[in-house]
């Protein structure tokens, strides 16, 4: 036992790091033939939740930062998998949505999507996942 009591493994920040690992690695095996990281599939999704979203909202409700989300909306524009347009509102501001490419990849995608939540919890019995889930949605 370490001093003080100490046990790195009952810590809460050892365990997400360990099970988000868990669930990062099912999520590249996966999403290996559809090209896309973890932050741009949460990107596609909720562009595609929203219709149209700016890129400051969609970083809010992905919960990236504004570095990580414009690289992310780069890449995916590069791509040709979302298309923006000026806002009506505020020519500065970028909304962005899903192209044709974007929303066939994304429905491709999205059974694999449920695939990584259903393996990750897999060890868990259904009740022990709606626990889980409702904890961790409650600490957030």
């Given at each position: 036992m370490?001093?003080g009591?100490?046990r790195?493994?009952?810590?809460?920040?050892?365990?997400l790091?360990?099970a988000?690992?868990?669930?990062t690695?099912?999520?590249?095996?996966?999403f290996?033939?559809?090209?896309l990281?973890?932050?741009?599939f949460?990107?596609?999704?909720?562009?595609?939740?929203?219709?149209?979203?700016?890129?400051?909202?969609?970083?809010?409700?992905?919960?990236?930062?504004p570095?990580?989300?414009?690289?992310?909306?780069?890449?995916?524009?590069?791509r040709?998998?979302i298309?923006?347009?000026?806002?009506q509102?505020?020519?500065?501001?970028?909304?962005?949505r899903?192209?044709?490419?974007?929303?066939?990849?994304?429905?491709?995608?999205?059974?694999d999507?449920?695939?990584?939540?259903?393996e990750?919890?897999?060890?868990?019995?259904?009740?022990?996942r709606?626990?889980l889930?409702?904890?961790?949605e409650?600490i957030?």
């Open positions: 370490s001093a009591g100490y790195l493994e009952e810590q809460i920040g050892f365990l790091r360990r988000h690992q868990r669930a690695a099912i999520f590249s095996a996966r290996a033939g559809h090209g990281t973890p932050t741009q949460a990107a596609l999704a909720k562009i595609a939740d929203e219709d149209e979203v700016s890129q400051n909202r969609l970083g809010r409700l992905t919960a990236m930062d570095a990580t989300m414009k690289g992310v909306i780069g890449r995916l524009s590069e040709g998998l298309a923006g347009r000026a806002d509102e505020d020519r500065r501001r970028t909304q962005w899903l192209t044709e490419a974007g929303a066939a990849l994304l429905a491709a995608a999205q059974k999507g449920f695939g990584v939540t259903a990750t919890l897999d060890p868990l019995s259904p009740r022990e709606a626990t889930l409702r904890l961790l409650k957030i």
